[in-house]
C-alpha cells in the first residue's frame, strides 16, 4: 500500500472532503505537530484573534483547552486565524483532519466563511464535525490552520488537529510539481516586470528539468524557488493591472477635457500611462502612481460637483492625545442617503481639506465620535469635519487647533509567576494597556512592576506601580491592568484623591477639576456630565471590576484620555507635581497686549513695551486705546509644542 503524509504553504495542492475510508494512512500528528490540542494554549501556533477556552460547550474539543471566537448571537465573527507552519516534512500526499464547527447559535442554517487549511487546500466548516483534506507536499514544509473570512456564524471554534501520512509516490509528487508548472506557465504572457518575468522563466525551466529525475531529493529548492517566482509574477501583474484600471478609471471621468482642472488631472493620468508601459519600474514606483493617481481623482471630481453641498459644523470640544485626536460634528443639508463620505480631514497647516489626510472611522456613543490616528506627538494640526456626497459636493466645518501631547513613556515588566495561561493573558493584558496610555497620556517615568499573587482574588497596585495580578481569568485583561493602573497614577491612593480639595468627600464625590470633565462631557456628549468617586473606584470608565470590562476600545480610550485629564487637574501620576497641559492655545498672527502685575510698575495700568531700536523692554503706563494704536506694545506669541 502507499505511505500518506501531510502538509501546506505551496500552491496548486487538492483539497478534497474524504467521506471514503483511506487505506495504509500513517497518523504522523505526535512527529510534525506541536501542541495540536491547545493544551498549552498558542504554543507553537499563530494567533489572530482567537481566543483559548475550557468550558465543555464545544463537544468536540480534546483535553480541556479547544479555541474560539464568538460574539453576540446574529451577530459574524471578525475574521481571524490560527496557523502553524510544518518544517522537515517528506514531500508526499497527506491528510489534515481537525474539529471544528462554524455555527449561528439557535439556528439550523448552514454558515460559510470558515475553513480547515493545508497551503492553498482547505475545506469548508459548517456544523461541529471532523473536517478533512489531503494535500501534497513538495517543498518539505506546509503550514496547517484554521481560518475565517466574512464567516457568517457567531460562534467558530477548532481542537484536536491530526495529520496522516498517505503517499510518497513519485508520480504523485511530480504531478504536483507539473501544476505548479502550468501555473507558473500561464502568467508568461502577462505584462510584468522584465527581471520578474525572466526569473519566473528561468525557474520553470528549472522545474520542467526536475521532472526527469528519478527521485525526489532535489525537488524541494527546486520547488520553492518555482512558488517564489509564480507569487512575485502575480504580485507584478497585480500592480500593472492595478494602475491600468487607476487609469482607465481616470479616463472615463476626464471625458471630454472640458471641465474644471481638467488639465492638472490630464497632466497626471499620462503620467500614469508612460510608467503602465514601462516594464523596468519598480513596484513602489506602481502603487505611488496609483495612489496618486486617486488623490487627483478626486481633486478633479470634487472641482467638478453636482448637487446641494452639505452644511457641516465641526463641534468646538475634542479629545487629543500624543497620537491620536477625536473630534464631533453635525451635517445638515442633504439627505443621509446622499452621503457617500462623513469623517474629519487634518493637517499641519490651516484649513485641511480631504485631499490631506481623512478619516472615517467614529466610534458610536451618544453620536459620532470621529477618530483620527497616526498622529505625531507634541505637534499642532488643524482639524475639522466634512462631508461627501454622491455627486461630489464637499462641505467643511470650520477648522480647529488640536496640539497632542508628548507621548507616554510608561513602561513595565512582569516576573511571568502564574501558570503559562495565566502568563499569557497577563503580558497580553499589560501589553495592551500600556500601549493605550503612552498615546492616549502624557505620564513619564512611571514603571509598572508587575507580579503574580497567587493569593490575589483580583488584583491590586500601589502608588508608583507596583501591582499584583490574581489567577481569576476575568481580571487577566486590559481593563484590570488600566483600574489599577489608575491606583499606581494616584486614584485613591494619593492624598489629593481624598483630601477634598480636587474630589468632593462622600460617597460618589464629584471630580471638581476641569480637564478630565471636560473630556467625559465631550466623549458622552453629555454638557453635564461629572466624574465621581468615592475613595476607591471613578466612575465613569474607571472599569472597576470585570463585570465593567466589554473589552470594548471606546471603553479602553475613554480610561486613556480621562487619565490624562486627572492628571492635568492636578492629580500626580509620578509624585510632586501634575501633568504639564497647554492651557494657552495661541495664535500666530494674533496681536496679544501683556498687562503688568507689579504694583510698584504700575500695576493693571501699565504695558510691556519694547524700546524703539533697542533689544530692551520696558513697562509703560497707558490706556487700552493707547496700547492698541502703538505696535510697541503689540507681541507676537509663537510656540513649538516639541520644545515644551
Known sequence: MKNRFFHLLMIGTLACWSPQPIFAQTDVTETYLKNPSFENQFTDWENSGMQSQTNT??????????????????????????????????????????????????????????????????????????????????????????????????????????????????????????????????????KMQKDVLKELNAALEAARQELNSTTDDNMAPVAIRLRQATEAAQTSIHAYQELQAAIDKSLEAYGDGTLNGAAEFHAVIQEAQALAENLDANAEDLATAVEKLGTALLAFRIANPTGDTPAVVTDTRYARGSTMAFGRSTITGVPETELVEHGFCWSTEPEPTILDNRTTEYIENNGHIYVLRNLTPSTIYYIRA???????????????????????????????????????????????????????????GLHLSVNFGSGTPTADCSYGGWMRVGPNASYQRTGTIMHEMGHAIGVRQHAIWRDGNMRANGNRGDWLGDRANEVLRFWNNNPSAVMTGDNTHMWPYGINGAHEDTGSEALYIANGLITQGLGEDGLPPTGGFSTPAYVFEQEDNVKYYLKNEDEDAGLYSSYLVANPNTTTVKCEEMTAAEAEADDNAAWYITFDPMLS
Not at 474539543?61 to 518544517?87: F, I, M, P
Not at 489534515?96 to 480547515?116: E, F, H, K, R
Not at 507621548?407 to 503580558?427: F, M
Open 386 to 444: 466634512y462631508a461627501l456626497t454622491k455627486g461630489y459636493a464637499v462641505g467643511y466645518g470650520d477648522a480647529i487647533k488640536v496640539i497632542t501631547i508628548p507621548k507616554g513613556t510608561i513602561t513595565w515588566s512582569y516576573n511571568n509567576g502564574g501558570d503559562a495561561k495565566s502568563n499569557a493573558r497577563i503580558n497580553a493584558a499589560v501589553g495592551s494597556a500600556v500601549e493605550y496610555w503612552n498615546n492616549l497620556t502624557s505620564i513619564q
Open 57 to 190: 460547550s464545544f463537544q468536540l474539543k480534546e483535553g480541556n483547552t479547544y479555541v474560539e471566537r464568538w460574539t453576540g448571537q446574529g451577530g459574524q465573527v471578525a475574521d481571524c486565524h490560527v496557523s502553524q507552519t510544518l518544517t522537515t516534512l517528506k514531500n508526499g500526499v497527506y491528510k489534515l483532519t481537525a474539529a471544528a464547527q462554524n455555527i449561528q447559535q439557535n439556528s439550523p442554517a448552514t454558515q460559510s466563511g470558515a475553513y480547515v487549511f493545508a497551503g492553498n487546500a482547505q475545506v469548508a466548516v459548517g456544523a461541529a464535525n471532523d473536517y478533512s483534506l489531503e494535500f501534497t507536499v513538495i517543498e518539505g514544509q506546509a503550514t496547517i490552520g484554521f481560518k475565517t473570512e466574512n464567516a457568517t456564524g457567531n460562534w467558530v471554534a477548532c481542537d484536536n488537529f491530526r495529520l496522516y501520512a498517505l503517499n510518497n509516490d513519485l508520480a504523485e509528487i511530480q504531478e504536483e510539481l507539473q501544476r505548479r508548472i502550468e501555473k507558473g506557465q500561464a502568467l508568461v504572457s502577462e
